[in-house]
């Protein structure tokens, strides 16, 4: 894999971003239908104009596994890493290839599933295995609900964890959910890490949440992430905005600056 250049601790590191094209092929009934682009230029020039050095392109479930633009835009960008979408019959040789491209994970995009795949089957049960060898990671987007219901088979698997969102807390339970006592449970088994990112779509208590989760579990396991372009919520907030709102979770600067950028670079950057 490609690797950068002594990656400082204390920068800007952004653990969640999309980039995309208007005439990608989109899967049948995608969740968000774009119509417009945004193209790794116009996210390098965003992450200049905000002083964040680095960023992890996170694939998105509209295109499904069309991984082609993401597997591009990381190949030649030492600044960038990027996550795929893929069936678990996925061969060893493409992930490897895929490996030396930048490409460091796999999404899970469960939260647009009815019915959740069985993570208990042959055919994940090796995907699974080849993740964890290759030292990549799965980031896990789901409703908070029913994490408890993919969490067990994804640490029985020895495969690193991310989950994104904070877990998309139940709105009504919050903290008092299972997903949240699950993921807290989870963080701390030591192989899950989680995104603080996305309030803006997860209704009112989504910044109480995240606060509990670090009372509860520390700081070593999160990354900060933003989510830009904020596909489906563009008018609800901006990357300014995403920035600022981890300083409402985290008051302590010297915390703050361990989750806005060490912590990823150890887990995105130092393979």
């Not at 219901?149 to 903290?175: N, Q, T």
């Not at 990112?197 to 520390?218: F, P």
């Not at 990357?239 to 981890?246: G, M, V």
Request: hydrophobic share 40%; aromatic share 8%.
């Amino acid at each position: 894999m490609t690797t950068t250049t002594n990656p400082q601790p204390g920068l800007l590191v952004d653990a969640h971003v999309h980039v995309f094209k208007q005439d990608m092929p989109l899967i049948p009934n995608p969740r968000h239908s774009p119509a417009y682009s945004f193209t790794v230029e116009q996210l390098i020039e965003v992450m200049d104009r905000h002083g964040v050095l680095y960023a992890v392109i996170a694939a998105a479930s509209p295109w499904g596994d069309y991984n082609d633009y993401v597997i591009d835009s990381v190949r030649t960008n030492p600044r960038l890493r990027g996550t795929i979408i893929a069936e678990p019959s996925i061969e060893r040789v493409v992930l490897d290839q895929m490996d030396r491209d930048g490409i460091i994970g796999v999404r899970l995009p469960f939260i647009s599933m009815p019915q959740l795949p069985d993570l208990d089957s042959w055919d994940y049960r090796k995907f699974l295995r080849r993740l964890a060898d290759l030292d990549w990671h799965v980031h896990v987007h789901i409703d908070g609900p029913r994490l408890p219901l993919v969490l067990p088979y994804l640490e029985r698997s020895g495969v690193k964890i991310v989950i994104d969102h904070i877990g998309r807390p139940d709105p009504v339970e919050g903290v008092d959910g299972e997903g949240f006592k699950a993921m807290v449970r989870s963080v701390e088994k030591g192989r899950t890490w989680v995104k603080l990112s996305g309030a803006y779509r997860l209704g009112a208590n989504a910044t109480e949440c995240a606060r509990e989760l670090c009372r509860q579990v520390g700081y070593d396991k999160m990354v900060w992430a933003s989510d830009c372009p904020f596909v489906g919520g563009e008018k609800d907030t901006d990357y300014r905005r995403a920035i600022d709102w981890l300083e409402q979770v985290i008051p302590d600067e010297g915390r703050r600056r361990q989750v806005y950028g060490a912590n990823a670079l150890e887990l995105y950057f130092s393979q």
